[in-house]
């Protein structure tokens, strides 16, 4: 790549693009390249796109935060009988990783304590609060994209991937109507924020749900809400009241503090939940010492040897079957004809002003959207019809059977009549 990488190997391939080992001489290290393909990248101004976002990610500087070294252009040369990418294709140069994705520590053991919950957590906090205050919000926070490795010490930190699909935020600028709709729908919808999925502008808050929903996945082993349908669960993220983790697990053992906090950083309205990731990272503190609590059920923390390879193999395309809602995110990823940063490693897109989109597809996207918003009203009838239910029930029950009459007995004046209920 250019004069600056040797490409030593091909670590795994996706939809998005391609993710390889490489060795920047200069510096004496191997490095993990991200290329995207060049059919995502048409014209000078989605390239512009992707050199901002790489850009405002290469300036993360949290230890928590995967480290973006370097981005660029893809130098084919003229005397390369088989060049392995396009000439033109854009790549991001980043730290190579050992360890695995919490996704893939979830597989393997089902949940975490609520000690490792909220050491991950909070970690990750530190990450998004950095970015956070640089106007980056990452939009498309899951397991998958929070890598537990060793430290310089040996000691596992978790690290956040693809800020790449992020939008840089100015206070200069609104997003148009149609890129709110058509874009902020990216992101996988067992973790997405109910404004997401109703297609609103974002701010952090939208990411400290996101960051919820993987702390209640870390406790319970699933996150709240799980169907084969993105729709239903896009739906259930804007109008269900999750169930709390006691009533999930009555044999969970958890603080009731973790518990209000949780239940608060997963409130629909983004006004009653910690307003920035500072503020949550205090909360979790105040829960003070969870060691003593017991934690059996729990994997533990050691991870086995993993490289960034078989991460990529976990969280790329694999030879899995894929979920139903999987064509959902492929959907709306065509929308956008900009830069991708999440390759193999994590799914996502940026998107373009309305000029930039295409108009089949952005109208695919906005269909999908008003289909969310129909199911979030079928749970509302529901909703509606069950408490109704519920009441008509509970009125009967108090009222006195038809067919059992009360006793009459003798009043005061020596005539019959029968008690009132």
């Given at each position: ?23 920047q001489?200069?510096?004496?290290r191997?490095v993990?390249?991200k ?20 850009r405002a ?7 928590h935060t995967?480290?973006?070294f370097?981005f660029g ?12 990418e396009v000439?033109?294709s ?6 190579l ?24 957590a909070r970690?990750?906090?530190l990450s998004l ?6 106007g980056?919000?990452h ?27 992020a ?7 609104d ?5 709110t709709?058509?874009?902020?729908v ?6 997405m924020?109910p404004?997401?999925?109703?297609g609103?502008q974002?701010?952090?808050?939208s990411d ?10 870390m406790?319970?082993g699933?996150?709240p809400f799980v169907d084969s ?13 999750p169930?709390r983790p ?12 973790l ?9 629909k ?6 307003q ?7 909360l ?12 059996a ?16 193999r ?8 894929a979920p139903?809602?999987l064509?959902?995110?492929?959907l ?17 897109s ?10 089949p ?6 269909a999908?959207t008003?289909?969310v ?20 029930r ?7 059977s ?6 009459p007995r ?9 008690d009132?209920?």
């Amino acid at each position: 790549i250019g004069d600056r990488f040797a490409v030593l190997e091909l670590l795994g391939a996706g939809s998005m693009g391609t993710v390889y080992r490489a060795r920047q001489e200069a510096m004496g290290r191997d490095v993990a390249i991200k290329i995207v393909r060049s059919e995502r990248l048409v014209d000078a101004q989605s390239k512009s796109r992707f050199q901002q976002e790489a850009r405002a990610t290469s300036l993360l500087s949290s230890r928590h935060t995967v480290t973006v070294f370097d981005f660029g252009e893809v130098i084919v040369e003229e005397d390369d009988p088989d060049p392995c990418e396009v000439d033109g294709s854009l790549f991001l140069a980043m730290e190579l990783l050992s360890g695995e994705s919490l996704g893939a520590r979830l597989k393997r053991g089902g949940r975490l304590s609520p000690q490792q919950t909220v050491r991950i957590a909070r970690q990750a906090l530190l990450s998004l609060a950095e970015a956070h205050d640089k106007g980056i919000i990452h939009r498309d926070l899951k397991p998958d994209n929070l890598v537990l490795t060793p430290d310089a010490h040996g000691d596992e930190i978790c690290k956040v991937l693809d800020f790449g699909i992020a939008k840089v935020l100015t206070h200069q600028g609104d997003i148009d109507a149609l890129e709110t709709q058509a874009g902020t729908v990216f992101g996988t919808p067992r973790y997405m924020s109910p404004e997401q999925a109703q297609g609103k502008q974002l701010d952090a808050r939208s990411d400290l749900y996101s960051l919820g929903v993987i702390l209640y996945h870390m406790l319970l082993g699933e996150p709240p809400f799980v169907d084969s349908d993105a729709v239903v669960v896009m739906a259930h993220h804007i109008k269900t009241v999750p169930k709390r983790p006691s009533e999930a697990d009555p044999d969970l053992v958890l603080p009731e503090a973790l518990e209000v906090l949780l239940m608060r950083v997963l409130d629909k309205d983004p006004d009653n939940r910690p307003q920035s990731a500072s503020r949550f990272i205090a909360l979790l503190d105040e829960l003070g010492d969870l060691t003593q609590l017991p934690s059996a059920a729990a994997t533990p923390l050691t991870a086995p040897e993993r490289t960034s390879a078989t991460m990529i193999r976990e969280l790329g395309d694999g030879g899995h079957k894929a979920p139903r809602w999987l064509p959902y995110t492929t959907l709306l990823g065509v929308v956008a004809l900009a830069a991708t940063l999440a390759l193999s490693v994590g799914r996502g897109s940026l998107t373009l002003k309305a000029n930039l989109l295409d108009e089949p597809a952005s109208r695919a996207a906005l269909a999908l959207t008003d289909q969310v918003a129909d199911r979030a009203l079928a749970i509302d009838r529901r909703a509606g019809r069950a408490a109704q239910a519920a009441a008509t029930r509970a009125t009967s029950s108090a009222a006195p059977s038809a067919s059992v009459r009360p006793k009459p007995r003798v009043g005061q004046r020596g005539y019959k009549r029968f008690d009132r209920p």
